[in-house]
């Protein structure tokens, strides 16, 4: 029998099944709630113009950003690209940063690249 259901979040079990509003796992015994983590996923975050901020987008320092733990700035007008956005109040960007890697980007510090 072939399962409709997404793979369990916590261990990517495809065994999941249905209990009334919840999938659970049967084998690591999470249940969650589908539609509460299709609302967690829709996390909007804005730019240093508004404009909002998705994951895969292009974006570019608008202000010296020290990097914690060393004394490298990372300049105005670095490209970096969106690996993924967190919900939290800073450091919400997960970026890949040219010329630095990875790193945590507060949103109203960059702008959204074009093209
Ligand atoms: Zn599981």
Redesign the pocket.
């Known amino acids: 029998m072939m399962s409709t259901h997404p793979p369990?979040?916590?261990?990517?079990?495809l065994y999941?099944y249905h209990d009334q509003n919840q999938l659970l796992?049967p084998?690591?015994?999470?249940e969650w709630n589908p539609e509460e983590l299709l609302a967690q996923e829709s996390i909007i975050v804005s730019d240093a113009n508004g404009t909002a901020l998705a994951e895969g987008d292009k974006v570019t320092v608008v202000k010296d950003l020290k990097v914690k733990g060393s004394s490298m700035v990372i300049k105005v007008g670095t490209k970096a690209w969106i690996r993924r956005i967190l919900d939290k109040k800073d450091h919400e960007l997960d970026c890949k940063v040219d010329g630095v890697g990875e790193m945590m980007v507060t949103a109203r510090f960059v702008k959204k690249a074009c093209g």
Do not use: L, M, W
């Open positions: 369990c979040p916590q261990c990517d079990s999941v796992c084998e690591c015994g999470y």
